[in-house]
């Protein structure tokens, strides 16, 4: 097989919504996650708004460094990149 960038959502997410990691297609964050929504578009909801637009209590990583573009998620990805998702914790 082909590299392609994985994609992998932290276990608390996958508690909420069935998100296995796998390869997917894609050289941008966005299209290597549109790739994952189009096979499984419950898990959308939990990463993008309904602008399109990454959660706020979401964070998305490529190779542990977390992504600079939330918006149209434009960060370049390689085919052996990892994405991966998770949960932001928030409070004090």
Request: net charge negative.
């Amino acid at each position: 097989m082909d590299a392609m960038p994985r994609v992998a959502f932290t276990p608390n997410l996958q508690r909420h919504v069935d998100c296995a990691p796998g390869q997917t297609s894609g050289a941008t964050v966005g299209e290597a996650l549109e790739a994952v929504f189009v096979e499984n578009p419950t898990v959308r909801r939990y990463v993008l708004d309904d602008q399109g637009t990454v959660r706020t209590h979401m964070v998305i990583f490529v190779n542990g460094r977390q992504i600079h573009d939330r918006t149209r998620l434009s960060d370049r990805v390689n085919d052996d990149d990892e994405i991966y998702v998770m949960q932001a914790l928030s409070g004090g």
